[in-house]
């Protein structure tokens, strides 16, 4: 199947810092999402992204469709307690999605 | 509008034993997804129904893995018998076609 390289595969921040975190993959996409997930819940979709190029912001959240259609990223600004959870990227093809291995992200207050 | 239901939240077996987990979809979704996560790896693919017909099964692990879905609607995902590598976190998911919204999981434990 299609992989997904996602990183970094953790990250410990302080409150108030902006994240980064990508997802690249060898094969191209129709769409790119962005999914959270806090203990004991299923991932909650984020950000959804149908255009090469697009950019697209929920909040503090900003997500990018690579031009190439083989990379997505996305930024928090300005992070705060509430944003610890594990992210993850997923590439829609045909009728599959594909998963990252997700970013851990911990917030130091 | 109710999201996606699993159920049970959490289940423990003793290898060889069967489970049979329980996923209801979004009402008027067609797509309906099984997916599995080991701890600290990715979210695998298992199976994708359109409505009752399986359209891909390609990620089911063997044919101790059954999974149906009745009428178009709920599905359900037998494992028999279990195995410890059977572990994990399983997740349905529903699909419009373009976004996908995931049930909170169950959580397998094969001992």
């Known amino acids: 199947g299609q992989q997904l390289n996602q990183s970094p595969q953790s990250m410990f921040i302080q409150e108030g810092e902006d994240v980064s975190m990508n997802c690249t993959s060898s094969s191209i996409f129709n769409t790119w999402l962005w999914y959270k997930q806090e203990p004991g819940e299923g991932p909650v979709l984020l950000i959804a992204l149908y255009k090469a190029g697009e950019l697209t912001s929920n909040g503090r959240l900003t997500a990018q469709f690579g031009i190439t259609r083989k990379d997505s990223f996305l930024n928090i600004s300005a992070s705060i307690p509430s944003d610890v959870g594990i992210y993850f990227c997923a590439g829609h093809f045909g009728n599959q999605f594909y998963f990252g291995t997700g970013t851990s992200l911990t917030v130091i207050p | 509008e109710a999201g996606v239901t699993q159920f049970p939240s959490h289940s423990v077996i003793e290898k060889g034993q069967t489970v049979t987990l329980r996923c209801d979809p979004i009402s008027g979704h067609d797509n309906l997804y099984w997916y599995r996560r080991v701890m600290g790896k990715e979210i695998k693919f298992l199976l994708h129904f359109v409505k009752e017909s399986k359209q891909d099964e390609s990620g089911m692990p063997n044919n101790r893995f059954l999974a149906e879905r009745t009428g178009g609607t709920y599905s359900t995902l037998k494992v028999q018998p279990a195995e410890l590598e059977d572990s994990g976190v399983y997740f349905c998911?529903?699909?419009?076609?373009?976004?996908?919204?995931f049930g909170p999981g169950t959580r397998l434990t094969v001992t």
């Open positions: 998911a529903s699909s419009d076609g373009y976004e996908q919204y």
